[in-house]
């Protein structure tokens, strides 16, 4: 979920096995900007290590640059 549909609906991810391993994604067609996104994974939300985060408590999100 994220700043790029006003935090509504969110993406559904599509999982890909590797061995025990499971690495989900998502396709979004999206407009150069900065964009604030969150994951919601059963039921709780959680920061991706991946992407740099902005803000701080219950405020802090994921940063995705497009370009």
Same mark, same amino acid.
């Not at 999206?30 to 902005?54: A, H, M, Q």
């Given at each position: 979920? =994220?700043? @790029?549909?006003?935090? *509504?609906?969110?993406?559904? %991810?599509? +999982?890909?096995?590797? =061995?025990? @391993?499971?690495?989900? *994604?998502?396709?979004?067609? %999206?407009? +150069?900007?900065?964009?604030?996104?969150?994951?919601?994974?059963?039921?709780?939300?959680? %920061?991706? +290590?991946?992407?740099?985060?902005?803000?701080?408590?219950?405020?802090?999100?994921?940063? %995705?640059?497009?370009?």
């Amino acid at each position: 979920m =994220g700043t @790029f549909d006003g935090w *509504s609906q969110g993406e559904h %991810l599509s +999982p890909e096995y590797t =061995g025990s @391993f499971a690495t989900f *994604s998502t396709t979004l067609m %999206l407009r +150069p900007g900065r964009y604030e996104i969150k994951f919601l994974v059963d039921g709780e939300w959680k %920061l991706s +290590p991946e992407f740099p985060t902005v803000g701080e408590g219950l405020m802090k999100n994921n940063l %995705l640059i497009v370009e």
